[in-house]
């Protein structure tokens, strides 16, 4: 304390030391502040308050003592002169640590440790200097305050200006306390603000320096610029050239500061230090450089920055820092000293959140382009913010607009919640971290500040992004509504947000909104309605849980009206109420807290509330009054009776109970809304009533509720009805084109309508009135929709039509005049009305249009009038060339009727028939014998067909087919000559074989006709029924005669005789029902063998073997009749047969020589010579041969000639010659034959010499669902070796045609050069085929053990389609039927390899042929499948069929004799160039004109009686099935395009080919869902990603039970029925989804066939995709592709215009969710419904018959194929019936897919937590951290 009372303190105390320290001593302190000398005072205070001893003592003895200041000072001396008198530290120690000696006083002593410490002190702050910020920042929570404080307050590490600025202040006090060091040597990393700086600055010499220049070194280096001399070291050439800086440089008055920039990648430490030298020689020299600065500024690579980068010396007045920035910030950008002050001084400074918040702000400006460039926004449906921009100035200033507002500056505030303090801090620890393990390239203060920055930008893109979901920021953007905006901003505070880290990742751009239908005017209406929604499904849940206990209904602020509508709303709604508030008060779901306080506080949002409510889910704009309205006549008038709360509750179960009703009546009802908006405006102010209004008077008039189908029936027709006659007929008068405009757009309306409300109209219930205008408008429509464009003749007859209509059967009132309007009067009044001149196809489909609205399926939309009018123009039917007769004498307008009578085509009259006869009528029963038909329709076609004549005497019917044949004798009978008769007769035939026919024996059909003959003989029957049941008899019969055919070829292919009953033989001869000798009967019998038996061959086989049948001796009758007709042979190459020709004499030479070489007798020696010289002599003498006009070589003909003489000759006639086989090796060495033609040869030669291989018939893979166990030898057989060596005496002839086709397949190979056709390497050399491409094959792959294996892409499923659907999409030169003829060889060759071959099986295993395929067994088996099919799905006899082959042999032995054919493929074009050659050369020419060919050459074809049987199979009614038509499509496909070209009837035959995926997926997809989302909600979090593998389904359906038991039956159920649908859907698919039938391909695909045994992981969705898991979502996505397939093929430009009279405007999508059976295109049948029976009937409905009443499906003998159904209006049928207004399905995966939760995942890489804005923050782990439950474990 000082004499006058002031204190000194330890600053004054400091300064005075150390001004004695550099005065007396010599010290070079460098100037502190006062700042800086208060913080090292207060440090070296606690310091020494912790000391304790001398210290202590010395304190005591000054304490409260009076010193001057001179007394002070002289005590500094003393203990200034203590310090150089000391003695060495280790002499003498005291417990301080201090070296004192005696002498010295208190004073003088306590001195002397403040000054140690001192030195200390400025010793560390100079080492202090060096240490980087992230080396700080890591051992702070080690040092003390005192380090920080100086780092960040008093020394500059962050700007080379304030360091520079800090040294020349201090200068200008250099006189004081203090020196100014004048050399810096700063330590930086190499940044872009480095590389900026000019390479030379200050300099006279340089003129190229600019403005921009000059700012940067102003913001960099100094504000003077002027005082600034800058230099790169770089840019200096040499040390002279250094020298003239420095000397430029002294020289220059005004210049202070001397910057020379040196990069340390380029400059070694020793040129550094010479430069160091130069600078300290100039300043010894100059005196006036002594008081200028310089800067030596090294900056280093990161790849050095890391190590020992240069020497630091204090020495020779350098000072040296370290600079982690040298740029500073711009005013308001983060100050980087700022922020390690409030990350690592939080305790005592207060302004952090202001810094933040004023730093976050600052960035505002530069952030709006760049959110702007990540946010895509746009939408149709969008307003305000999200309209579509004109460009990208418009799209940045509404994202300024948006974010320098109130949302901007809430943004921020939500931002600034991430830098806390701490948060601040741990940044700053990792940031150090980082760059401590050597991975950061930049500094700690660019990665701090690019990551506040970066991270900013993402948070304002991410938050903008989610927050504009749904449109929502369209509600704030434009918003001037107070309440709006601050429940906008109020929720935007809730919105979850994502962790800080997370925010570095979100740096993608993020695509356009999603549409909707309309943009929101509530603030975050679809969040919020989600969480109500999901209060409500919980409150679901816990009602079916039966967890809710008995609850008070609602009160009612209004005592009057009613409740809501049942009970399950009430007991919802309440309970729904009930857990709203509970939520409340617990302060769960704050954003429903803050929407009810807002709809409390300002009634006006409810409104908002509401129109987005509804408009949402019932998808309309909000401008759509109509929709609104009729919502709120619908149930919302219920709601002005609750309380707001209770409103908002009763609003969301209200709707969700009803929706779907209520979006059905919506989309019923809005085309009539749609239309009257757009009626002329005349017409709009004559219509008195809405529609709304009207229909609510309806409503009150039936006293019902929306729900009636009647009253909604009724009302859209009485619109549609009200919209013409104002609409369209008024005002076409007056304004021609208006009036024709109209009428296209009532038309549009009618057809929407109509199509929205197609079950309705099948109502029967519907007034005679609106009948009637029903009626009418119907025709009108039908006129409308005759042509793809209305057109001005068509919108004529349209409205002459309705008018005459109106006119003569509705009063001026539109009240009709009689009890309906039905068929007649409507097209009567069509013909007065028509033009003469009008297209007859419009007329006929008109008619067919007609009949199927008033006859459409389910319907009983007809009347009895209806009935009678349809029955009567069938029987009027004449043949075409009867109307041409009639009319053309006649006048137009007399004509037209009778030529109305023509469109009714055999098929159509057959199909309406049957739709009438079958329709149900209340709950009548079939009342016939049959069970067939129900009561008034036959009541009517019997009336129809005795009106004329009405005998007493009523016989048999009689088929018309019997009436064709001269041969049989036919009693005349009038009444059932009559065309309804015969068509009566065809559906019941139809009905029969349809419904019975398939399970009905012979037995049964005996048994029927004694019960229709019983009927019959009943006296109450009048002769209408006895009639009818006369002809029912007789389809009877006929069904009789043809299980007696089936009978009887069974027993034929098994060669056994049979006794027949007397009961079966009765049919064939009672004449009562049409038998007897000679009688038709018998001709039907061997009609239906022919069929059965395939074929001529096999009837002549059958009638002639002995005793076949004793009963029925009209069969001897014919045998006799066909015993001149010889069996010949149409298997054999066309030169064996022929009589002449060089071919024909060679062959016939050597099968004379060679059968006399394998006789035993002793001249064999000569014949074998004779044998030889022969061929020689042949070879000699013709070098090439003719045949039709092609040569042919002769060695390759002699070989081929030489096998099938060896074939036919020998080996079927089972001639052994083994000398032969030695004589062919080695004596005739002049043929060539290669090693696997003598295997062959001498296999067939030598039977002993064949390779008989046994193997198992079952894979051995454990692919094969056969549980396969030891089999035994016995069981073990070679099926190849068993077709050539038979065990069986007696073959089936098929066996045996295929033997000889196979035969002739090798004879052609024979014949071919070496490596030419794929026949050689397929039979020779299987070698070769590895590792190429093969024809026949249906992937786009080599084969090989690497890709695929041949088997995987020829597999046929057993109809003869592809197995694999995906086939169809593969470019192929083939059609289905020339994939068979391909094949067959293909694989027929590998057969007789492997039979001959020692080789082949070696070859061909795990080459060619899959390993796990028993290769004898597969081969074969494909073989004689391909065979079969050949004959089936081509229609062929098996005379057709052998001679299709041997045609196909010799046009393929013709063809390579002149051209040389590739046999080995290795790329994708040759092998389709090789299958476009096979299918237009070798099959197409083979098949077309086969049976011309073969009658012209087989007498047995030209037989009279296979004549008859050919006329009647062509007359006689047949019904064709889905197989036949398939491949009658196939075949049309074929003729009409090219290979791989677009088919026949694309969407037909894409219909027919997916049919049954479709109706199996279809049914399934439904499931699927369900299933899907059950274990997504159900096992998420309790499955581990361990744990998902290990469990099989069963097993987790068995634990989930436990856990859920209130729902366990009906999950086992489901998952029943999901599995077993599933498989069938993966059956039909070829057994995987996927490619790839070999065994590495179906071990690697995701989906094969499920059991109870797949592990659960299978089904569940994961991140990787390629996991091979994720299998339902792949079916589910396969089904929709599927489904989307044929909907988007209708919706192609030319189809939609052909169909657009189908189709709707626009094409409904919908989610996978919400598909249901409605949606479906085809469906499994049901006990109810039966698509395919639906399709069936179509199908035959457009079948082109031969007669008037039918036709074949297959021609059993030798007629051309013919155009056999009407492919077009077939297509449009389906288009029509199956997929117009089927809705494209959204995809599988932005629609229900999502990764699936497991309980030990990071939740960072799954999908985030729901939050306001969409995706929002991760859920809480810790919220999921329990212990596993022990149901869910392994």
């Known amino acids: 304390v000082q004499p006058d009372g002031l204190r000194v303190g330890p600053t004054e105390l400091l300064v005075i030391l150390m001004e004695t320290l550099q005065n007396s001593a010599g010290f070079q302190f460098k100037r502190p502040s006062n700042e800086e000398l208060k913080s090292d005072a207060n440090y070296m205070l606690d310091h020494f308050a912790s000391l304790t001893g001398d210290f202590q003592g010395y304190a005591q003895a000054v304490i409260n003592k009076q010193y001057s200041s001179n007394e002070i000072e002289g005590y500094v001396k003393e203990a200034i002169n203590h310090l150089h008198l000391a003695p060495h530290p280790k002499d003498a120690k005291t417990d301080s640590g201090y070296v004192l000696v005696k002498g010295v006083s208190n004073e003088a002593c306590l001195i002397v440790m403040v000054t140690v410490q001192l030195l200390i002190m400025y010793m560390r702050k100079r080492l202090l200097q060096l240490v980087t910020a992230e080396a700080l920042t890591l051992a702070r929570r080690k040092l003390p305050h005192w380090f920080m404080d100086s780092y960040l307050s008093h020394q500059n590490h962050f700007s080379l200006k304030d360091l520079i600025d800090s040294t020349l202040r201090a200068s200008e006090d250099s006189k004081k306390l203090g020196t100014v060091p004048t050399k810096l040597i700063c330590f930086t990393r190499s940044t872009s603000a480095i590389h900026h700086l000019p390479a030379l600055y200050g300099s006279h010499a340089v003129n190229c320096i600019t403005d921009n220049h000059s700012e940067f070194i102003k913001d960099v280096v100094h504000e003077d610029v002027n005082q600034v001399y800058l230099c790169k070291l770089s840019g200096v050439q040499s040390e002279t050239a250094f020298k003239n800086h420095l000397q430029m440089f002294s020289e220059q008055e005004e210049k202070k500061i001397m910057i020379l920039i040196i990069s340390m990648q380029e400059t070694s430490k020793q040129m550094v230090n010479h430069i160091r030298i130069i600078i300290d020689q100039k300043i010894e020299e100059k005196s006036r450089s002594r008081n200028k600065l310089f800067v030596l500024l090294l900056h280093f690579p990161p790849s050095m920055f890391y190590n020992a980068c240069y020497p630091v010396l204090f020495l020779y007045g350098w000072d040296h820092h370290y600079l982690d920035s040298i740029q500073p910030e711009p005013e308001g950008i983060v100050d980087i000293r700022t922020w390690f002050r409030i990350a690592c001084q939080r305790s005592k400074l207060d302004d952090g959140q202001s810094f933040i918040m004023e730093a976050i702000k600052s960035m505002i400006p530069d952030s709006i382009s760049v959110v702007a460039s990540r946010v895509n926004i746009g939408s149709r449906n969008g307003g305000g913010f999200n309209s579509i921009p004109q460009n990208g100035t418009e799209r940045v200033s509404r994202f300024k607009r948006l974010l320098e507002g109130e949302m901007g500056q809430k943004l921020c505030k939500m931002y600034a919640t991430y830098w806390q303090p701490a948060g601040m801090a741990r940044n700053l620890e990792e940031t150090a971290q980082y760059a401590k393990n050597h991975k950061s390239t930049i500094s700690i203060t660019d990665s701090v500040k690019d990551f506040f920055k970066t991270a900013f930008h993402n948070f304002l893109a991410y938050m903008t992004y989610h927050t504009n979901q749904h449109l929502n920021l369209d509600v704030i953007y434009d918003c001037q509504d107070a309440p709006t905006k601050n429940l906008f901003l109020q929720l935007l505070e809730l919105v979850p947000i994502p962790k800080l880290l997370e925010l570095k990742a979100y740096n993608n751009t993020w695509a356009i909104q999603q549409t909707l239908h309309s943009k929101p005017s509530f603030p975050f209406f679809y969040k919020i309605c989600e969480i109500l929604d999901e209060m409500m499904e919980a409150c679901i849940e816990d009602i079916q849980k039966g967890n809710v206990p008995a609850v008070r209904p609602l009160k009612e602020t209004v005592n009057t009206g009613p409740q809501p509508v049942d009970s399950y709303k009430r007991v919802l709604s309440t309970a729904f109420l009930q857990q709203l508030s509970k939520n409340i008060e617990d302060g769960a779901n704050r954003e429903v807290c803050a929407v009810l306080q807002a709809l409390t506080d300002h009634r006006t949002l409810w409104d908002k509330y509401w129109k987005d409510f509804i408009s949402t889910k019932f998808h309309f704009p909000l401008d759509d009054t109509f929709t609104i309205e009729l919502v709120t006549f619908t149930f919302t008038r219920h709601l002005n009776k609750y309380s707001l709360q209770q409103k908002l509750v009763v609003l969301h179960c209200n709707v969700h109970i009803d929706q779907i009703h209520l979006a059905k009546l919506i989309s019923t009802l809005r085309p009539l809304q749609q239309l009257e908006s757009q009626l002329h405006p005349e017409a709009q102010a004559s219509i008195e009533l809405s529609p709304v209004d009207r229909l609510k008077e309806m409503v009150e008039m039936k006293s019902c509720t929306l729900d009636d189908a009647t009253v909604l029936c009724q009302f859209i027709v009485d619109r549609l009805f009200l919209s013409f006659t104002t609409g369209c007929l008024k005002h076409e008068s007056t304004l021609q084109y208006a009036g024709n405009k109209q009428l296209i757009i009532w038309y549009q309306a009618y057809r929407n309508a109509t199509q929205q409300s197609s079950a309705l109209f099948q109502t029967s219930n519907m007034e005679s009135g609106y009948r009637a205008k029903q009626n009418v408008l119907h025709a009108i429509f039908l006129v409308l929709q005759m042509r793809p464009e209305i057109d001005e003749d068509l919108s004529q007859v349209a409205l002459t039509l309705g008018e005459t209509l109106l006119k003569k059967y509705f009063t001026e009132t539109f009240d009709i005049k009689g009890a309906c309007l039905n068929l007649c009067e409507i097209t009567t009044t069509l013909c007065e009305v028509i033009p003469p001149n009008f297209p007859k196809e419009d007329i006929s489909n008109y008619l067919e249009n007609l009949l199927n609205f008033f006859f459409f399926p389910g319907s009983t939309r007809f009347t009895e009038n209806d009935m009678k009018w349809f029955f009567n123009k069938v029987n009027e039917q004449r043949s075409m060339s009867q109307i041409s007769n009639l009319t053309q004498d006649l006048p137009v307008e007399e004509s037209r009727m009778p030529l109305f009578n023509t469109m009714f085509t055999p098929a159509m009259s057959r199909h309406f028939l049957c739709r009438i006869l079958t329709q149900k009528v209340g709950n009548e029963k079939p009342v016939n014998p049959l069970s067939v038909f129900y009561r008034l329709p036959r009541k009517h076609v019997a009336n129809i067909i005795l009106r004329r004549e009405r005998s007493d005497d009523l016989s048999i019917y009689m088929p018309k087919v019997y009436s064709e044949i001269p041969a049989i004798d036919v009693k005349k009978n009038e009444v059932m000559m009559q065309p309804l008769a015969d068509l009566y007769f065809v559906v019941v035939l139809e009905h029969l074989k349809d419904k019975k026919g398939s399970g009905m024996t012979l037995e049964g059909a005996l048994h029927t006709i004694k019960t229709v003959q019983d009927h019959l003989n009943n006296k109450r029957n009048d002769n209408h029924e006895k009639l009818l049941c006369l002809i029912e008899l007789q389809a009877v019969v006929q069904v009789a005669l043809e299980k007696i055919a089936e009978t009887l070829?069974?027993?034929?292919?098994?060669?056994?005789?049979?006794?027949?009953?007397?009961?079966?033989?009765?049919?064939?001869?009672?004449?009562?029902?049409?038998?007897?000798?000679?009688?038709?009967?018998?001709?039907?019998?061997?009609?239906?063998?022919?069929?059965?038996?395939?074929?001529?061959?096999?009837?002549?086989?059958?009638?002639?073997?002995?005793?076949?049948?004793?009963?029925?001796?009209?069969?001897?009758?014919?045998?006799?009749?066909?015993?001149?007709?010889?069996?010949?042979?149409?298997?054999?190459?066309?030169?064996?047969?022929?009589?002449?020709?060089?071919?024909?004499?060679?062959?016939?030479?050597?099968?004379?020589?060679?059968?006399?070489?394998?006789?035993?007798?002793?001249?064999?020696?000569?014949?074998?010579?004779?044998?030889?010289?022969?061929?020689?002599?042949?070879?000699?003498?013709?070098?090439?041969?003719?045949?039709?006009?092609?040569?042919?070589?002769?060695?390759?003909?002699?070989?081929?000639?030489?096998?099938?003489?060896?074939?036919?000759?020998?080996?079927?006639?089972?001639?052994?010659?083994?000398?032969?086989?030695?004589?062919?090796?080695?004596?005739?060495?002049?043929?060539?034959?290669?090693?696997?033609?003598?295997?062959?040869?001498?296999?067939?030669?030598?039977?002993?010499?064949?390779?008989?291989?046994?193997?198992?018939?079952?894979?051995?893979?454990?692919?094969?669902?056969?549980?396969?166990?030891?089999?035994?030898?016995?069981?073990?057989?070679?099926?190849?070796?068993?077709?050539?060596?038979?065990?069986?005496?007696?073959?089936?002839?098929?066996?045996?045609?295929?033997?000889?086709?196979?035969?002739?397949?090798?004879?052609?190979?024979?014949?071919?050069?070496?490596?030419?056709?794929?026949?050689?390497?397929?039979?020779?050399?299987?070698?070769?085929?590895?590792?190429?491409?093969?024809?026949?094959?249906?992937?786009?792959?080599?084969?090989?053990?690497?890709?695929?294996?041949?088997?995987?892409?020829?597999?046929?499923?057993?109809?003869?389609?592809?197995?694999?659907?995906?086939?169809?999409?593969?470019?192929?030169?083939?059609?289905?039927?020339?994939?068979?003829?391909?094949?067959?060889?293909?694989?027929?060759?590998?057969?007789?390899?492997?039979?001959?071959?020692?080789?082949?099986?070696?070859?061909?295993?795990?080459?060619?042929?899959?390993?796990?395929?028993?290769?004898?067994?597969?081969?074969?088996?494909?073989?004689?499948?391909?065979?079969?099919?050949?004959?089936?799905?081509?229609?062929?006899?098996?005379?057709?069929?052998?001679?299709?082959?041997?045609?196909?042999?010799?046009?393929?032995?013709?063809?390579?004799?002149?051209?040389?054919?590739?046999?080995?493929?290795?790329?994708?074009?040759?092998?389709?160039?090789?299958?476009?050659?096979?299918?237009?050369?070798?099959?197409?020419?083979?098949?077309?004109g086969l049976s011309n060919i073969l009658r012209q050459q087989y007498k047995f074809t030209r037989h009279p009686l296979f004549n008859e049987l050919k006329v009647m199979s062509t007359l006689y009614p047949s019904f064709p099935s889905e197989k036949d038509f398939y491949h009658n499509l196939v075949s049309l496909s074929e003729g009409r395009t090219t290979p791989g070209s677009t088919p026949f009837s694309p969407i037909l035959a894409q219909f027919v080919e997916d049919r049954h995926r479709l109706a199996v997926g279809s049914a399934l997809l439904p499931d699927l869902v369900e299933f899907y989302l059950w274990l997504d909600q159900r096992l998420a979090h309790l499955l581990s990603y361990e744990t998902a593998p290990k469990l099989t389904i069963k097993e987790i359906i068995l634990k989930a039970a436990n856990r859920f038991q209130y729902e366990a039956e009906s999950v086992k159920t489901l998952f029943n029925r999901m599995k077993d649908s599933l498989n069938e859907f993966i059956h039909l698919s070829g057994n995987v989804i996927g490619t790839g039938g070999c065994l590495r391909h179906r071990q690697e695909e995701k989906i094969t066939k499920i059991t109870d045994d797949t592990p659960v992981m299978r089904l569940l969705s994961t991140e990787d995709t390629h996991e091979g898991n994720d299998w339902l979502c792949i079916v589910m996505q396969n089904i929709v592709n599927l489904h989307n397939h044929l909907v988007s093929m209708v919706e192609h430009q030319g189809f939609r215009k052909k169909y657009r009279c189908w189709l709707p405007e626009t094409l409904p999508e919908i989610d996978v969710k919400a598909f249901s059976p409605s949606h479906a295109i085809y469906l499994k049948d049901t006990d109810d419904f039966s698509m395919s029976h639906l399709f069936v009937t179509i199908m035959r409905s457009r079948y082109q018959a031969y007669s008037s009443l039918a036709g074949p499906t297959t021609i059993p003998f030798n007629v051309e194929q013919t155009l056999q159904f009407d492919m077009e209006k077939l297509e449009g049928d389906v288009v029509r019936y199956f997929i117009a207004g089927k809705p494209h399905l959204k995809s599988v995966k932005e629609t229900i897919r999502r990764p699936f939760r497991f309980r030990n995942l990071e939740l960072s890489s799954q999908t985030p937590g729901t939050g306001l804005a969409g995706p929002g923050c991760p859920i809480d782990l810790a919220a999921l951290s329990q212990e596993l439950p022990s149901e869910f474990k392994v």
């Open 1049 to 1488: 070829a069974k027993r034929q292919f098994r060669h056994t005789a049979m006794e027949l009953s007397p009961g079966i033989c009765t049919i064939v001869s009672d004449t009562f029902i049409g038998g007897g000798e000679n009688s038709g009967h018998e001709r039907i019998v061997l009609m239906h063998l022919l069929r059965e038996l395939k074929g001529p061959t096999r009837l002549l086989e059958f009638l002639n073997i002995p005793n076949m049948t004793t009963s029925l001796d009209f069969l001897d009758v014919y045998k006799d009749k066909l015993k001149s007709t010889a069996i010949e042979k149409v298997h054999l190459m066309p030169f064996v047969t022929q009589r002449e020709g060089q071919l024909t004499e060679i062959y016939i030479t050597l099968s004379r020589l060679i059968t006399a070489c394998c006789d035993s007798s002793e001249d064999q020696k000569t014949n074998e010579n004779n044998l030889i010289k022969n061929i020689q002599k042949i070879l000699k003498s013709h070098k090439e041969l003719t045949y039709d006009d092609v040569l042919v070589d002769t060695k390759q003909y002699l070989k081929m000639a030489i096998w099938l003489v060896v074939y036919y000759e020998l080996y079927c006639k089972k001639i052994c010659c083994p000398s032969l086989a030695i004589l062919l090796e080695t004596q005739l060495s002049e043929l060539d034959f290669t090693k696997e033609q003598l295997h062959i040869l001498t296999s067939f030669l030598v039977p002993n010499e064949m390779q008989k291989h046994l193997e198992s018939p079952f894979p051995t893979d454990e692919i094969s669902s056969i549980a396969r166990k030891a089999i035994p030898e016995s069981e073990l057989f070679d099926p190849i070796y068993d077709l050539f060596y038979p065990k069986d005496e007696i073959e089936d002839s098929s066996d045996i045609e295929l033997r000889h086709a196979l035969a002739n397949l090798v004879g052609v190979a024979f014949s071919v050069p070496k490596g030419s056709s794929h026949l050689w390497n397929f039979l020779f050399d299987q070698s070769k085929l590895e590792d190429t491409y093969l024809p026949g094959f249906m992937w786009s792959s080599k084969i090989s053990a690497q890709q695929m294996f041949f088997d995987s892409g020829i597999l046929l499923n057993e109809e003869g389609n592809y197995e694999d659907p995906d086939y169809r999409t593969h470019k192929s030169g083939l059609s289905l039927h020339s994939f068979y003829l391909m094949n067959w060889t293909s694989v027929g060759a590998l057969c007789i390899s492997l039979l001959t071959n020692p080789e082949a099986q070696d070859n061909i295993h795990n080459h060619i042929i899959s390993d796990w395929q028993p290769l004898r067994h597969f081969c074969f088996h494909y073989l004689k499948s391909i065979w079969s099919f050949m004959s089936v799905n081509l229609q062929f006899t098996e005379e057709e069929r052998s001679f299709f082959i041997v045609r196909s042999m010799d046009t393929l032995f013709k063809f390579c004799q002149t051209n040389n054919l590739k046999g080995t493929f290795y790329s994708r074009e040759d092998v389709l160039e090789y299958e476009t050659f096979w299918h237009s050369e070798i099959y197409e020419p083979s098949k077309l």
